[in-house]
């Protein structure tokens, strides 16, 4: 099992950027894809970012391609997500996530959640 905790949210103007981290407890991150989802008032939760076990392989939305970054540290047990060029409508609660045997987009592939970290971007 892992634990996961979020944390550098914040309130940045359009345009500026920000650095999300994302650390695991425990002596396997390793072993799991890491993924990054957010959640805006009243909206579902939505894919972000994800990186692949080694972090050889990422993927992203298609509306934070170019603009965010998903990297891992392993010897850290921590993901980043480096977003740049923020947007108002990147507003949300960002998640990390972990999945031991999925590497995607899909929210259902990750057993194992943070609690979140509020991202607001004023225009």
């Known amino acids: 099992q892992v634990q996961l905790v979020e944390s550098g949210g914040g309130l940045v103007q359009a345009g500026g950027s920000l650095r999300l981290s994302c650390t695991a407890s425990?002596?396997?991150?390793?072993?799991?894809?890491m993924g990054w989802f957010r959640q805006a008032p009243e909206k579902e939760r939505e894919f972000v970012a994800a990186?692949?076990?080694?972090?050889?392989?990422?993927v992203y939305a298609d509306s934070v391609k170019g603009r965010f970054t998903i990297s891992r540290d392993n010897a850290k047990n921590t993901v980043y997500l480096q977003m740049n060029k923020l947007k108002p409508e990147d507003t949300a609660v960002y998640y990390c996530?972990?999945?031991?045997?999925?590497?995607?987009?899909?929210?259902?592939?990750?057993?194992?959640w943070g609690q979140g970290t509020q991202v607001t971007v004023s225009s």
């Open positions: 990186i692949s076990w080694s972090g050889s392989s990422t």
């Open positions: 425990g002596r396997t991150f390793s072993s799991y894809a």
């Open positions: 996530a972990a999945g031991r045997t999925y590497f995607g987009t899909q929210l259902t592939g990750y057993g194992y």
